[in-house]
């Protein structure tokens, strides 16, 4: 869904990893699947908040009866995203979060 709008991205393929690419790498948003495995999608937006505060983190995520989007939240998240998600959505959440933060940090 990215690549179609031109968009790149890295893929980590569970929490740790996600710490560690946040870490080594600059993000204009990171995408947090929350049900990774290792460490949670939320652990490792807690641990990236540690040495990150400015890098959008969207959650993603099919909320089961166990989660709950204000944990989402206090662990650090700028947005949620629940699946199954229209793309409208996503591209919305993307460009609120990337686009218009950018736009209005220029306007200042």
Do not use: W
């Amino acid at each position: 869904m990215l690549s179609k709008r031109n968009m790149t991205s890295d893929i980590a393929n569970n929490g740790h990893e996600a710490v560690t690419a946040a870490q080594e790498n600059v993000y204009d948003a990171i995408l947090m699947d929350i049900h990774m495995p290792g460490i949670s999608g939320e652990e490792a937006t807690v641990q990236i908040r540690k040495f990150n505060q400015d890098t959008p983190i969207i959650a993603l995520t099919a909320i089961s009866l166990d989660d709950s989007l204000e944990s989402f939240y206090a662990a650090g998240c700028n947005d949620v995203v629940t699946k199954p998600f229209k793309p409208d959505v996503f591209y919305q959440k993307i460009g609120e979060n990337i686009f218009d933060k950018k736009a209005k940090k220029s306007l200042s």
